[in-house]
């Protein structure tokens, strides 16, 4: 079993930055990889950015070059770095662990999520 937990939102201006954290507890050794994702009101959960077990990171286009995906060295905190933040980046943003269970069936485990407003 793996848990996690979000922290780092809140309400920042346009331009602004936040870092958001999620911890993982647990078998962190089982974990595939790591994945934020968000929601924004009225609309669908989208992926924002993943980092696999073996360091290959991928970005959803709306944040390339904006936002940072990356981990702690003991694997057991991913962070998202987020910079010239817009509105549209306002949402509810979850952290999401795709991990290996004792018989080897791919689970995934979220966060409770943690909200990220950006408005002037």
């Known amino acids: 079993q793996v848990q996690l937990v979000e922290s780092g939102g809140g309400l920042v201006q346009p331009g602004g930055s936040l870092r958001l954290s999620c911890v993982a507890t647990?078998?962190?050794?089982?974990?595939?990889?790591m994945t934020w994702y968000r929601q924004a009101p009225g609309k669908q959960r989208e992926l924002v950015a993943t980092?696999?077990?073996?360091?290959?990171?991928n970005y959803a286009d709306p944040v390339k070059g904006r936002f940072t995906i990356s981990r702690s060295n003991a694997r057991d905190t991913v962070y998202l770095q987020m910079n010239s933040l817009k509105p549209e980046d306002t949402g509810v943003y979850y952290c999401?662990?795709?991990?290996?269970?004792?018989?080897?069936?791919?689970?995934?485990?979220w966060g409770q999520g943690t909200q990220v407003t950006v408005s002037s």
């Open positions: 647990g078998n962190i050794f089982s974990i595939n990889s």
């Open positions: 999401n662990a795709e991990y290996y269970s004792d018989s080897y069936t791919l689970l995934n485990a």
């Open positions: 980092i696999t077990a073996g360091g290959i990171i």
